[in-house]
């Protein structure tokens, strides 16, 4: 009897095993994760972020609405990290990891923000409180648009380029 309670559980233990993989899902995420990495003058910066596609929507002021907080991505708060103290559009950052966020606005300057608190879902609990920095940057139109959303790191700073926008962001 105990041979045959034996032998039922480990038959069962490995059907559930092998439904359990067979059932996986191999399907590619609506928001896939993706970073970018580079150096700055002798600063590393990281930006952790997933990455929407348009799909025929209307983005600016349709998905994402004008003078609200916007996660710079999709899923989790953006993330930004430097190694070094940086200065962005001219204004000091230390060095650290921040959520980052953008206001979007129709006017074409935009106010990107670096938060203190790098673990967060979306915006939905952020807290302007806990800013470590806020500057304007002028946003540039795409010459074609960019489908799924990319953050580009140069010499200059980094671009977040989705649609038909592109946001440059100065860093020293």
Do not use: C, H
Not at 3 to 32: E, G, R
Not at 66 to 87: C, H, L, M, P, S
Not at 145 to 158: A, D, H, M, P, S
Request: charged content about 25%; glycine content about 6%.
């Amino acid at each position: 009897m105990k041979t045959m309670i034996k032998s039922a559980t480990v038959l069962f233990a490995a059907m559930t095993i092998s439904v359990n993989a067979f059932a996986q899902d191999t399907k590619k995420p609506a928001s896939p994760p993706a970073t970018a990495t580079g150096k700055i003058k002798d600063a590393t910066i990281t930006i952790a972020y997933s990455s929407p596609s348009v799909k025929g929507r209307t983005i600016w002021g349709g998905l994402e609405a004008y003078d609200k907080v916007w996660r710079a991505g999709a899923n989790e708060a953006t993330t930004f990290e430097t190694d070094k103290d940086i200065t962005v559009q001219g204004k000091p950052l230390p060095a650290g990891k921040y959520s980052f966020f953008l206001i979007p606005k129709q006017s074409g300057t935009w106010t990107a923000i670096f938060n203190k608190e790098p673990k967060q879902w979306g915006a939905y609990k952020y807290e302007q409180a806990k800013d470590a920095l806020r500057v304007d940057v002028k946003t540039k139109a795409l010459p074609a648009t960019q489908e799924t959303l990319v953050y580009k790191i140069n010499n200059n700073g980094f671009t977040m380029d989705w649609d038909k926008i592109s946001v440059p962001v100065e860093i020293k």
